[in-house]
């Protein structure tokens, strides 16, 4: 979990007085919002390998947002609370690391990941996407 601020405005004073930051701060807000609603999805209908895999990508543009490498990633958090986020077992984590290190597609030390094949993490994510999300898609 990384620190943070919380800021507290009214929508219609800052549609008044700046509609530019209106604008772009109501877009990052539907685009929240997307991606909550895409988590949602994916803790309801998918295998825990797609859930790890998810969330490993996540993390990773995250990174990438950021301006750092997205194949490196340090962990932030324990097993235990990723199984949380992730609606998995910690028992379940930890198979699906061990599955996705077998397969090649990360290595994982201790808090530290390495992303090895994204485009087939991204494949598994896909491949295991509920049938909504991918007529929504097409």
């Known amino acids: 979990v990384a620190p943070g601020a919380v800021c507290l405005f009214s929508a219609n004073v800052l549609r008044s007085a700046s509609p530019e930051a209106y604008r ?3 877009g990052w807000c539907s685009k929240e919002l997307a991606r909550a609603h895409g988590l949602a999805l994916t803790l309801a209908t998918r295998s825990a390998d797609a859930k790890l895999a998810d969330f490993l990508l ?3 543009d995250y990174q990438v947002r950021r301006g750092f490498d997205g194949m490196e990633l340090e962990l932030p958090m324990q097993r235990v609370h990723i199984g949380r986020h992730l609606a998995l077992a910690p028992e379940t984590v930890s198979r699906a690391v061990d599955r996705l290190q077998q397969r090649g597609l990360a290595a994982f030390e201790r808090h530290r990941v390495r992303l090895l094949d994204i485009d087939a993490l991204r494949g598994l994510v896909s491949e295991d996407a509920p049938v909504v999300a991918r007529a929504r898609r097409a």
């Open 24 to 26: 772009v701060i109501l």
């Open 58 to 60: 996540s993390l990773s």
